[in-house]
């Protein structure tokens, strides 16, 4: 399978996920450290990637530890083109992922699906952090232990992927809410 086909797989699946969690709702881990995470390593996509490997770079990526439910990816993204970006999924072995913003919905902060991606202008970065846009796994199969190396796949709209490696830290922040009738 190309590297072109397997991203359109990865972005179908994504959408398809999305839907049929449409209804879900969830809790995040509340039995974590409370611990602030240290600064992670850069992670930068393989050779062996698509060509949007060489496009976008993660910079300080991080997931916060948990054991089941739910949990967020954060780092920086950095477009490194004169072109804007967009991605419009994830992926890992851990979980089921969608991309989610922070919004205030009745007086609360709450988390929902970002719809249409996060677009990364022109040699600009886009900022996921605790508290605002991230990388939502959403039924977290395999433990992320602090330590462990989680294995992401960003989606980009014009079909190619960028893999990048993150490492668990333990985390107490972020305990948003979860809107599950944002989904679309």
């Known amino acids: 399978m190309s590297s072109r086909s397997r991203g359109l797989a990865l972005l179908a699946a994504t959408v ?3 839907g049929v969690l449409a209804g879900c709702g ?10 602030t995470p240290t600064a992670p390593t850069p992670s930068t996509p393989t050779a062996s990637t698509s060509s949007a490997a060489s496009a976008i770079t993660v910079t300080d990526p991080w997931v916060k530890a948990a054991d089941k439910g739910m949990t967020a990816a954060f780092g920086t993204l ?32 709450l988390m929902q699906p970002k719809e249409g991606g996060f677009t990364l202008p022109a040699g600009g970065k886009h900022e996921l952090s605790p508290g605002g846009d991230h990388l939502m796994f959403m039924s977290v199969k395999t433990p992320v232990k602090p330590g462990d190396e989680v294995t992401i796949t960003l989606a980009l709209s014009d079909g190619s992927t960028v893999p990048f490696t993150a490492v668990g830290k333990p985390f107490t922040g972020a305990e948003e809410s979860y809107d599950p009738g944002a989904h679309s």
Not at 78 to 107: I, Q, R
């Open 26 to 35: 969830g809790s995040t881990d509340a039995s974590t450290p409370t611990t």
């Open 16 to 18: 398809l996920s999305a």
């Open 78 to 109: 950095v477009n490194t083109t004169d072109k804007p970006l967009t991605v419009v999924g994830a992926s890992s072995p851990v979980s089921v992922m969608e991309l989610h913003e922070m919004v205030m919905k009745d007086g609360k902060m």
